[in-house]
């Protein structure tokens, strides 16, 4: 990914002039100087890995996996949320871990880990650097240099148990890595996170990555069935049955660890045949309250949408504003629903037919199959408008949280009212938009997008917004992340969700498998 920006600049695109107008009259966006600094124009803070250190890392892994280049260093300085980018604009003086480090085996990894610990050295375990909640950021804490530990050499599919429908993958396995290898044999493993492109499987597990496929396929923790984990304190290999009654799971201790408690190597997974067949359908409620209702009643009748979104009245407003067809459907205003259904040719219609009895009992009227297929088409794109949206002066960024059904409603207000109020304290009026991008029985998610204009110091405007946001979500009855995970940014809030016997809990086995405390510092754990 480019150094200061999401994905491939190739598919990067400015905002057009009515948008940019739309943004002027609506927000107060005057446009920004869209100046970006060169990479050879930043400046990092000099890397603190002693010789002697250095030396010994490249004894343990081979020195051409070695790096302390600016090069090397500058993108993995952070992750990708909008802090991020902004921080990247900076001519001030940039952290950056002090060395690059790509093991290649377990052994290696170990190795490290020992040599860490003996000399004070903090580990960040590095994937695809797509975390927007400061998961790799590298924070040295109180040890004297911090690396960056990049696992895209574990990029292998080692097993596929064609009986047993699982696979076992490498965690520095992409995303479209995973699919064309499972692919080129006939499966898949279905999951699509906005991040797919470029994240990885150690990602997705340790940060309990959801992809826009769990009404089908499930959450990535829900796909997985074992894990092998390097700790300072040794080597687990977990998960060996697809069910266990040998005590509380274990899998679960490293199932959004987020890198504090192991590194993550390879991940055992469900995976599936390669759809025969995809139905499309879309769908447009007259309110949000009523389209959120029709997603309960599908997901609690069980009709098995693969895919199922809502989007509320203000982000359909912003689709139609972008153009006035979606898909080439003319859509008049209301809130916008798409579905999606895969696998068998009987079976998929089945359910889409099941699934439209449902949202037409509960009030909504069918759009026919092009919007859905235009959202497929651009899913994986937003991050680039966020991009183009910083260049022109506005300030953009996500955020998301889930509670229950009945609670729904007074969650989506209570978060909507406190970013608009603190970002109309820094000075500026704010666009909130809201969907509903995952459904379970018992409840959903909501995934906010906000757009104001940068006023001052937008790093500080958007912590005040983000503040209120996460006050307003535990005030609530949300938690704190569905899916984003807690990194260092919603680390503040995870006492309030789990208690204080629960930090304890967490901070003892931080304690036995990491007694030196070297991964990953100022993360997850208060």
């Not at 076992?168 to 692919?183: F, N, Q």
């Not at 990602?203 to 923790?221: K, L, M």
């Not at 794109?381 to 991009?387: F, Q, S, T």
Request: net charge negative; charged share 20%; proline share 5%.
């Amino acid at each position: 990914m480019k150094w200061d920006a999401w994905g491939d600049p190739e598919l990067a695109k400015p905002l057009s002039d009515d948008i940019k107008g739309l943004l002027a009259a609506a927000l107060g966006v005057s446009g920004g100087d869209g100046e970006r600094l060169t990479a050879d124009q930043v400046v990092l803070t000099p890397s603190r890995l002693a010789k002697e250190d250095a030396e010994a890392l490249a004894a343990a892994v081979g020195a051409e996996w070695l790096s302390t280049a600016d090069a090397d260093r500058l993108p993995r300085a952070g992750g990708k949320s909008t802090p991020d980018l902004l921080r990247r604009r900076s001519r001030d003086a940039q952290d950056a871990p002090d060395a690059v480090l790509l093991p290649g085996t377990e052994e290696e990894i170990a190795a490290v880990l020992a040599l860490c610990a003996e000399r004070r050295i903090a580990v960040v375990p590095f994937g695809g650097g797509t975390s927007v909640v400061g998961g790799v950021d590298p924070e040295r804490g109180p040890f004297t240099a911090v690396l960056s530990l990049d696992l895209r050499r574990f990029d292998r599919l080692h097993e596929l148990d064609e009986v047993s429908g699982e696979a076992v993958l490498g965690a520095g396995v992409t995303g479209p890595r995973a699919e064309e290898l499972l692919g080129e044999r006939g499966w898949e493993l279905g999951h699509f996170p906005q991040s797919f492109r470029y994240a990885t499987i150690g990602g997705f597990a340790a940060t309990r990555s959801s992809g826009q496929d769990s009404a089908g396929h499930g959450r990535f923790d829900d796909m997985v069935s074992g894990l092998r984990v390097v700790t300072p304190a040794g080597t687990l290999d977990l998960g060996r049955a697809p069910a266990s009654a040998a005590g509380p799971d274990l899998r679960e201790l490293f199932l959004g660890s987020e890198g504090v408690l192991g590194i993550i190597t390879a991940v055992r997974l469900r995976v599936h045949r390669k759809p025969e067949s995809t139905v499309y359908g879309a769908w447009s409620f007259p309110d949000f309250a009523t389209g959120a209702a029709a997603l309960r009643a599908v997901e609690q009748q069980g009709t098995g949408p693969t895919v199922i979104r809502l989007s509320d009245e203000a982000e359909t407003a912003i689709n139609l504003a972008m153009t006035d067809k979606i898909g080439g459907t003319t859509v008049t205003g209301g809130c916008l629903a798409v579905t999606l259904f895969e696998g068998a040719a009987e079976h998929t219609v089945f359910r889409d037919e099941a699934t439209a009895a449902v949202l037409a009992a509960a009030g909504g009227t069918p759009l026919g199959p092009d919007p859905a297929t235009a959202w497929e088409h651009g899913r994986f794109n937003a991050p680039y408008l966020r991009d183009a949206l910083l260049d022109a002066g506005a300030l953009c960024e996500t955020l998301e949280t889930a509670t229950g059904w009945a609670n729904l409603p007074v969650l989506k207000a209570a978060v909507t009212e406190a970013l608009q109020s603190a970002l109309r304290e820094s000075g500026t009026e704010s666009l909130v938009m809201c969907h509903i991008s995952h459904v379970y029985p018992t409840g959903a998610s909501l995934y906010f997008t906000v757009v104001a204009a940068q006023r001052g110091d937008a790093l500080a405007q958007w912590a005040g917004a983000k503040r209120a946001a996460c006050d307003a979500i535990m005030a609530n009855g949300g938690t704190i992340t569905h899916h984003h995970a807690v990194g260092a940014d919603h680390r503040p809030w995870l006492e309030q969700e789990i208690g204080e016997l629960g930090v304890r809990i967490l901070r003892a086995v931080k304690e036995t498998v990491d007694p030196a405390g070297i991964l990953n510092p100022g993360k997850l754990i208060p």
